[in-house]
């Protein structure tokens, strides 16, 4: 039990604490900050100041103040440190200390980024596998977003949500949020398809609901538009562009009744497709070249000594080579390719391959890119989608988005890369 002297002590740390947050307030406000409130993680005080420690301590400095870093956590997005009077200030001892949440928007306490990847998406905010018109899914994110972030994030997405039912396809957005160029990125890729699905039920595309499939259900359709009871699929894409696999399109051929049943077995892009699905990236990669009858594959059997290749032949014989040697024996293969690869890739001895199916991935994406018959019959498969794309990019100072009908945009086909780890895709852009 806390003894009488304890508790008239304890009452006159808490009564410093709150003169020092009152101080801190003011000076705070003198500076023409906005101070954030919130109930949550104990008595502190949160307010935003761009900057590093080098520039918190100026700012402190000048005000009897000194901040520290500090083990505690109040905010799971943002940094918490303690500020300490360096001097008496009135009847606040030298000495009194209270938390300070850095919520500057851009400062999170992960990775400097304030949104984790998925963080944003449907799923992550509730709203997957439900009927919702504009109101009722403005209403529920809202909700899910004051939970879990700070005031001043989650009135700026909620902001930019309000903002997106316009019927303007440019909405000017200047001054709701500070977002960094990272976090944009992550509103764009993730947030985008809820921004999407507001602006589909303004005046641009007139849908009275939008229905969010929940997870891993359809992968092509990241929401239904509805009106008039029917369900129009919409997939959306971030930035200037997105990439879309091949399968994506494979099954939501065969999901359709209208198109279950079509024979593309005529098509040539069908076997690419099929390489692309039933092999490994990797053995895939191989394959793509051995079926077009590459150069790059013969100029590559030349220097391994085996036509046909396999990949297990491959592993074989990168196996007991050092990198150095590698590096000798595959450098006319590169030149043949135009491939430069960095040093990094280069001396990579925990994977040794790479140095091989990397070029290889990257010239076949510029072979069947140039091949017309094979383009031709990409974008006839890829048409046969009843879908309507979505462009959503959220800038600085602007929201952008652009709809197109699936069979309206050009294909072209596109690898991520080897690091990436993914299969044979393609990208769908809109026409100029």
């Not at 949160?46 to 103040?65: A, V, W």
């Not at 004051?146 to 019927?167: E, F």
């Not at 359709?256 to 099929?274: M, P, V």
Request: net charge positive.
């Amino acid at each position: 039990m806390l003894s009488f002297t304890g508790y008239i002590q304890e009452k006159r740390q808490s009564k410093e604490i709150y003169s020092l947050r009152s101080y801190v307030e003011s000076k705070v406000e003198e500076a023409g900050i906005k101070l954030t409130g919130s109930s949550r993680g104990g008595y502190h005080i949160r307010f935003p100041l761009p900057g590093e420690m080098k520039d918190f301590q100026s700012f402190f400095n000048l005000r009897d103040l000194k901040v520290s870093d500090i083990d505690k956590i109040i905010s799971s997005k943002f940094d918490t440190y303690i500020l300490t009077t360096t001097k008496k200030i009135n009847q606040i001892p030298k000495g009194t200390s209270i938390h300070w949440v850095n919520n500057a928007i851009g400062r999170g306490s992960t990775g400097g980024l304030l949104f984790n990847n998925k963080d944003l998406t449907p799923d992550m905010l509730g709203i997957a596998g439900h009927i919702l018109n504009k109101k009722e899914l403005i209403s529920k994110v809202s909700i899910v977003l004051k939970s879990k972030y700070d005031s001043n994030v989650a009135d700026s997405l909620i902001q930019l949500m309000n903002l997106a039912q316009s019927k303007s396809d440019r909405i000017d957005i200047k001054g709701v949020h500070n977002f960094t160029t990272k976090d944009l990125a992550k509103v764009s890729s993730d947030f985008g398809e809820i921004l999407s699905a507001i602006w589909s039920m303004s005046p641009n595309m007139n849908f009275k609901q939008t229905n969010f499939p929940l997870a891993s259900n359809e992968k092509l359709i990241d929401f239904y538009g509805i009106r008039m009871g029917i369900e129009y699929p919409i997939s959306v894409k971030s930035g200037v562009g997105g990439k879309v696999t091949i399968q994506n399109i494979i099954d939501s051929i065969k999901r359709r009744a209208k198109t279950s049943k079509n024979d593309n077995s005529a098509e040539e892009s069908l076997q690419i497709f099929n390489i692309a699905h039933d092999n490994t990236m990797k053995k895939g990669m191989i394959k793509l070249h051995q079926l077009l009858n590459t150069s790059d594959i013969e100029k590559l059997g030349k220097i391994v000594g085996v036509m046909p290749i396999t990949l297990e032949y491959l592993q074989t014989w990168v196996k007991d080579k050092s990198n150095e040697e590698l590096v000798e024996l595959l450098d006319p293969f590169w030149k043949f390719l135009g491939t430069k690869l960095t040093d990094k890739i280069k001396y990579d001895e925990d994977d040794k391959l790479r140095l091989i199916i990397s070029p290889l991935g990257q010239s076949i994406v510029k072979i069947l890119n140039s091949n017309k018959s094979i383009r031709d019959s990409l974008t006839n498969v890829a048409r046969q989608v009843t879908l309507i794309q979505v462009n959503v990019d959220v800038k600085s100072n602007q929201m952008i988005f652009k709809k197109n009908k699936f069979k309206d945009i050009e294909f072209k086909f596109d690898w991520p890369g080897y690091g990436a780890g993914n299969k044979l895709g393609f990208l769908a852009n809109f026409k100029k």
